[in-house]
C-alpha cells in the first residue's frame, strides 16, 4: 500500500533511534528490540514493525547450518514465518478488549546474500512488517498488546512503541514487555495541538483532557484515594487486570477476559490479598477494613464512582476499583495514619492523593524502597473542623394567663347563699357568718389555677417560630455527621421527638442517596432554610403554644469516589409540626409536600 506523507515522515523521524538499537543489541544479545511505530486515522491503523533478523532465529524455529550460518533459502522461509508470529503475538484491542484482525500488508525484508548469514551478524540485518487494521468507526481507545516470546519464555522481548494520530503534532511513547498493555485514548474531535506551542496551551489541552476523562488519564497506572471524613476513613484503589494478573493466580477460561461468573472468584482473591495488610489506625486505634466495593471497569466507563454494570472484562484494559472502609468508633475522626506495605514486581510504588475534612488535600507515595515509616501517612484533624454536637431549643415562652379559684371556697359561697336566703332572724346572721368564714378560709387554703376564660396565651411570633424550625432542621442534617446510627440517633434526639426519630432518619438518608453511586449516601455540604412561615392557629388544629410551619430548605450533598465529586441540590418542601418536650422544643411531624432536584451535575478534584 502507499503510505502517506505523513507516515513516511513519523517512520523517518523514528529510524535513527532503531538504528542505535541494533548497535547497542549486539552487547545485549540475545534480546528482541522491536520499534513499533503506529500511524491511526479514523477509518485505520497503519502499525510498522521493524526488528532484528535475530528475531528469525529466536522465534521461528531456523537452524544455522555447521558453519554457524543460516542459509538464504532457511532466511526465506524464516521472513514468511514471521508474518503469522507477528500476528499472533502483537495485537490491537478495542475499546471491549477485543481483537482488531490486521493484515501484514506489505514486508520490506533485509539483503540476503547467496551464502546466507553467519548468527554473529544476525543484529546488523532488520526487516520491516507492515499492518493494517480496518475501524467500522474511528477509535475513542485503543490498546495494544505484545507478546512476543519463545514457547518457554527465554528470550526476552522488548518494543519501543510510537503512537501518533493523524492531525495532531504529538507523538506518545512507551516500551512494552511481554505481556504489557498500553492503552491510548483519540479525540476525533478536538483542535490539535502543535509541538510548538505555549505553556498555556499546553495546560489548557491537559486540563481539558483531565476534565474529559475525570482526572484517570493513565489506563496502566495505579490509583489511590485516601478520603478521611468526621465518621470513616476510606481507601479507593484503581487496579490495572492486567497489573493485579501478575502476583495474583486469576482463574479464567477465556484467554483474553474475565468473565462475569468468574469475577467474584477474583473478589475473593483481592480479599485474600488485602486481607491483615496495610494497617490503619483512627485515633490510635488499629481499625479492620470492611470492604465495601470490587467493581469491574471497561474502558468506555469514564466515571469510577458510578455502579458499573456486570459485564465481562478485558484483562489487556481492564481495571478493578476497590473501596476499603474503616469506620471509627469515636465520635469523630481527630487523627489518622494509613500504612502500605504489599508491593510486587508490577507495583513498586503507589501515587495517592489525601482528602482530609474538610478541605486538606495533599500528594503521598508508598514504595517498596521506602521503610515502614516513610510509608506511613500522617493526618491529624483541625480542631476547628470537628463536627459541633447539636445543641436543643429552649421552650422560651410567656406562661398562659390563668385564673385562680378554689373549688372548696366555692362550695362553700353556695352553702353561704342557700343559709342566707333560708334561714331567718339571729340564726342566719350566726350560720351565715360562719359559712363565710369558713368560704374565705377554703379560698386561701386551697386555690387552683385555672385557663383563663376570656384571656388568650400569648403565642410564638412567625419570628420566632421561623427561627426554631431553622435551627431544628439544621440540627437534623448536621446529626449526619456523627457517622453510624447510634450516634446519629442520640444527635437527632436534640431536635426531634423520640416517636419520630427512626421515620426522619430514613428520609434524611434517601434524601441524600445516590442510587447511581450503589445506594451510598452523602455527605451534607450545605444546608439552607429558604422559607419558614408559621401557619395561623386558626388554621391548624395544634395546641399551644406548638405550631405549624410552610417550611421550603435547600440541601447540597456530595458523594465522592477517586477524585470524582458528584453534587446534587435539592429543593423540599414540607409542613413541620414542632411542640415543647420537657424542656425543649421538638420536631414532633414532618410530612414532605415536594421535592425538586435543582442540580444534579459530576466534577474533578483539583490535584
Not at 524464516?78 to 499472533?88: N, T, W
Not at 475499546?95 to 546488523?124: H, K, Q, Y
Request: contains cysteine; proline residues 5%.
Amino acid at each position: 500500500m502507499r503510505l502517506s506523507a505523513a507516515l513516511l515522515l513519523f517512520a523517518m523521524l523514528s529510524a535513527t533511534g532503531f538504528a542505535a538499537e541494533r548497535d547497542n543489541g549486539k552487547a545485549q544479545h540475545p534480546i528482541s528490540i522491536m520499534e513499533t511505530r503506529v500511524y491511526v486515522t479514523p477509518n485505520h491503523a497503519v502499525m510498522q514493525i521493524s526488528l532484528f533478523a535475530e528475531d528469525l532465529l529466536l522465534f521461528d524455529g531456523l537452524e544455522p547450518n555447521e558453519q554457524d550460518v543460516l542459509p538464504a533459502t532457511e532466511l526465506r522461509r524464516g521472513i514468511q514465518l514471521h508474518r503469522d508470529f507477528l500476528l499472533e503475538k502483537i495485537s490491537l484491542r478495542d475499546v471491549n478488549g477485543d481483537r482488531i484482525p490486521g493484515n501484514i500488508t506489505n514486508i520490506a525484508p533485509f539483503e540476503i546474500p547467496e551464502e546466507g548469514i553467519a548468527s554473529s551478524e544476525l543484529m546488523s540485518h532488520s526487516a520491516e512488517y507492515t499492518i493494517e487494521f480496518p475501524f467500522t468507526m474511528p477509535p475513542e481507545f485503543l490498546t495494544f498488546q505484545q507478546d512476543v516470546s519463545d514457547p518457554n519464555f527465554i528470550f526476552r522481548s522488548e518494543m519501543k512503541l510510537a503512537i501518533h494520530q493523524a492531525g495532531t503534532d504529538i507523538t506518545y511513547t512507551t516500551t512494552l514487555k511481554p505481556g504489557d498493555s498500553e492503552t491510548h485514548r483519540f479525540d476525533w474531535n478536538a483542535e490539535p495541538l502543535s509541538e510548538d506551542a505555549t505553556d498555556d496551551e499546553w495546560r489548557q489541552w491537559l486540563q481539558q483532557r483531565r476534565e474529559q476523562t475525570l482526572g484517570i488519564e493513565s489506563y496502566g497506572s495505579v490509583y489511590s484515594f485516601i478520603y478521611v471524613e468526621p465518621a470513616e476513613l476510606r481507601h479507593e484503589l484503581l487496579i490495572p487486570l492486567a497489573t493485579l494478573k501478575t502476583f495474583l493466580p486469576l482463574q479464567h477460561a477465556a484467554p483474553d477476559f474475565v468473565e462475569v461468573a468468574e469475577q467474584e472468584a477474583v473478589r475473593d482473591l483481592i480479599r485474600e490479598w488485602l486481607q491483615n495488610q496495610n494497617p490503619v489506625t483512627l485515633n490510635g486505634t488499629t481499625v479492620a477494613p470492611v470492604v465495601s466495593r470490587i467493581d469491574f471497569y471497561g474502558l468506555d466507563l469514564k466515571d469510577f464512582a458510578t455502579q458499573a454494570a456486570e459485564r465481562r472484562v478485558s484483562l489487556a484494559s481492564g481495571r478493578v476499583g476497590v473501596i476499603l472502609t474503616y469506620p471509627c468508633s469515636d465520635d469523630a475522626v481527630r487523627s489518622a495514619t494509613v500504612q502500605w506495605n504489599r508491593f510486587h514486581s508490577q507495583l513498586m510504588k503507589i501515587e495517592a492523593i489525601t482528602f482530609g475534612y474538610p478541605n486538606q488535600l495533599q500528594r503521598f507515595e508508598f514504595s517498596r524502597y521506602q521503610t515502614d515509616e516513610e510509608n506511613t501517612f500522617h493526618w491529624t484533624a483541625d480542631p476547628d473542623a470537628l463536627p459541633v454536637q447539636v445543641k436543643p431549643v429552649a421552650v422560651d415562652v410567656p406562661a398562659a394567663p390563668t385564673l385562680t379559684v378554689s373549688w372548696a371556697g366555692l362550695v362553700g359561697l353556695c352553702v353561704t347563699v342557700v343559709i342566707l336566703f333560708s334561714t331567718s332572724g339571729r340564726a342566719r346572721s350566726l350560720l351565715t357568718g360562719l359559712a363565710a368564714a369558713t368560704t374565705a378560709i377554703c379560698w386561701w387554703l386551697f386555690p387552683v389555677s385555672i385557663p383563663h376564660p376570656w384571656k388568650q396565651p400569648t403565642p410564638v411570633s412567625e419570628q420566632a417560630a421561623g427561627g426554631i424550625v431553622r435551627h431544628l432542621l439544621s440540627g437534623t442534617y448536621r446529626s449526619l455527621d456523627f457517622g453510624n446510627e447510634q450516634r446519629v440517633y442520640d444527635s437527632l434526639a436534640q431536635s426531634v421527638d423520640g416517636e419520630l426519630l427512626e421515620d426522619l432518619y430514613l428520609k434524611l438518608r434517601q434524601s441524600l442517596e445516590n442510587r447511581d453511586q450503589g445506594g451510598a449516601v452523602g455527605r451534607v455540604r450545605s444546608m439552607q432554610v429558604d422559607e419558614a412561615v408559621k401557619i395561623s392557629d386558626t388554621a391548624t388544629d395544634v395546641e399551644w403554644p406548638a405550631f405549624d410551619c410552610q417550611t421550603v430548605w435547600t440541601v447540597s450533598g456530595t458523594v465522592e469516589h477517586w477524585g470524582h465529586v458528584h453534587e446534587r441540590t435539592n429543593r423540599f418542601k414540607a409542613l413541620v409540626r414542632v411542640e415543647p418536650k420537657g424542656q425543649d422544643w421538638k420536631i414532633t411531624q414532618l410530612t414532605i409536600e415536594g421535592q425538586e432536584q435543582l442540580q444534579a451535575k459530576t466534577s474533578l478534584r483539583k490535584f
